[in-house]
């Protein structure tokens, strides 16, 4: 087996390529290949490294600690909360608050709203369908 890197992708995260005996090829993420090294085991698939102090170039392995699936996505809701927008209908007039990002996507695709519900949504567009 032949270890190659550590590589920088694009985002700023470290990866190695692992040549195989039999030539098959392995990316794997170096924060993860130091751990494993480190306890002499194969990290389970529900184990992800997590950087304690978030610095995702720092993989000192006092930096580095296990974390399940769970856990991991629970730190990083905490660290990025979601945002949210009010505001009204434009159909019923109804003042409401969404995530962000699902208001935005309409807008980007040039789409009526945002609407309070579905129920809004579809009323205004069959409005507006046979309006024409």
């Known amino acids: 087996m032949k270890i190659h890197g550590p590589y920088i992708r694009k985002d700023g995260r470290y990866h190695i390529c ?22 002499n085991r194969e990290l389970l698939p529900e184990e992800t490294i997590d950087h304690i102090d978030n610095d995702k170039t720092n993989n000192d ?49 040039g789409k009526a709203g945002p609407f309070c519900s579905r129920s809004c949504a579809g009323k205004a567009t069959h409005v507006n369908h046979y309006a024409k």
């Open 61 to 109: 392995i006092t930096n580095l600690q296990i974390l399940s699936l769970a856990e991991n996505t629970r730190k990083q809701c905490a660290l990025h909360p979601r945002k949210t927008i009010t505001f009204i209908c434009p159909y019923c007039g109804k003042e409401t608050t969404k995530w962000n990002n699902y208001v935005k996507g309409n807008k980007k695709k």
């Open 18 to 39: 692992i040549v195989h005996e039999d030539g098959r090829k392995q990316t794997k993420s170096y924060p993860r290949y130091l751990m494993e090294q480190h306890l």
